[in-house]
C-alpha cells in the first residue's frame, strides 16, 4: 500500500511554460515534505521541502505547495527549461519519528525546447 | 570533498553468490541509508544507520546486510544473491535525520542476478 503516490509517471512541457509536478499522501502523520530530482545514471539529488507549518516554499523556480486537509502537494517549476527533464521523487516523513523518509514512485518529467 | 561514493557502478551475480557494494562518504555525516530502486517505483529502505556501531532496519532489509564500523563507511552485504535482487542500489547520507534533513546521494550500483 503506497503511503506516497504520485499517479502521473510521465509529463511533457513546453519550454518556458509552468511545469506541475502532484504528490498524495494517505497518512496525516506525515509532517516533513521533500522533492527529490534524478537524472539518468545519477543518483537523487535534493530540490527543495516544506514542512506541515507551512503552505508555501520558494526557491528560485522551484515552488511546493502543500495542502493538508486534501493530503496533497504539489511541485510547480517557472518557468520551466530543458535541464529540468528529469525524474522528480516527492517523499514524507514524520510518522513516528524523521529517521527516515518514504518516497513515491516518480514522475519523469520532459520539457520539450 | 567527493561526497557521496559506491563501488563497483555495475555487477552481475550468480544466483547463491555473495557480494559486498561498498559506500562511503566524506562529509563526517552521522546519518547513512541504503535503498534500492525497481522500475517505476520509488526508493525503498533497506537498512540505515545514525552512526557507528548503530544500524537499524528499513523497509526491505530481508537478504541483505549491514556494518558500520567507522563514520565513512557503510557497506551493504548480499548473500545468496536471488533474481529478486536485481535492482538499483543508493547510498545516501545526511547530517542530520533524514526526515528533516537533505540526504546525499551516490551515483548508485547497478546490479543483476541471473
Known amino acids: 500500500d503506497q503511503q506516497v503516490k504520485q499517479n502521473s509517471p510521465s509529463l511533457s512541457v513546453q519550454e518556458g511554460r509552468i511545469s506541475i509536478l502532484n504528490c498524495d499522501y494517505t497518512n496525516s502523520m506525515f509532517d516533513y515534505f521533500l522533492w527529490y530530482k534524478k537524472y539518468p545514471a545519477e543518483g537523487p539529488t535534493f530540490l527543495i521541502s516544506i514542512s506541515s507549518i507551512k503552505d508555501k516554499n520558494e526557491d528560485g523556480r522551484f515552488t511546493v505547495f502543500l495542502n493538508k486537509s486534501a493530503k496533497h502537494l504539489s511541485l510547480h517549476i517557472v518557468p520551466s527549461q530543458p535541464g529540468d527533464s528529469a525524474v522528480y521523487f516527492c517523499?514524507?516523513?514524520?510518522?513516528?519519528?524523521?529517521?527516515?523518509?518514504?518516497f513515491g514512485p516518480g514522475t519523469s518529467l520532459s520539457v520539450i525546447p | 570533498n567527493a561526497g557521496v561514493t559506491q563501488t563497483p557502478k555495475f555487477r552481475i551475480l550468480k544466483i547463491g553468490q555473495s557480494m559486498t557494494l561498498q559506500c562511503a562518504q566524506d562529509m563526517n555525516h552521522n546519518y547513512m541509508y541504503w535503498y534500492r530502486q525497481d522500475p517505476g517505483m520509488g526508493l525503498k529502505l533497506i537498512y540505515y544507520?545514525?552512526?557507528?556501531?548503530?544500524?537499524d532496519k528499513g523497509e526491505v532489509p530481508n537478504g541483505y546486510n549491514v556494518s558500520r564500523s567507522t563514520t565513512e563507511d557503510f557497506p551493504l552485504r548480499l548473500e545468496l544473491a536471488a533474481p529478486s535482487q536485481t535492482s538499483v542500489y543508493f547510498c545516501?547520507?545526511?547530517?542530520?535525520?533524514?526526515?528533516?534533513?537533505?540526504?546525499?546521494f551516490g551515483p548508485g550500483t547497478r546490479l543483476t542476478v541471473l
Open positions: 517523499a514524507a516523513s514524520g510518522e513516528t519519528s524523521y529517521d527516515k523518509v518514504i
Open positions: 545516501a547520507s545526511s547530517k542530520g535525520l533524514a526526515g528533516g534533513n537533505e540526504q546525499f
Open positions: 544507520s545514525v552512526g557507528a556501531g548503530i544500524t
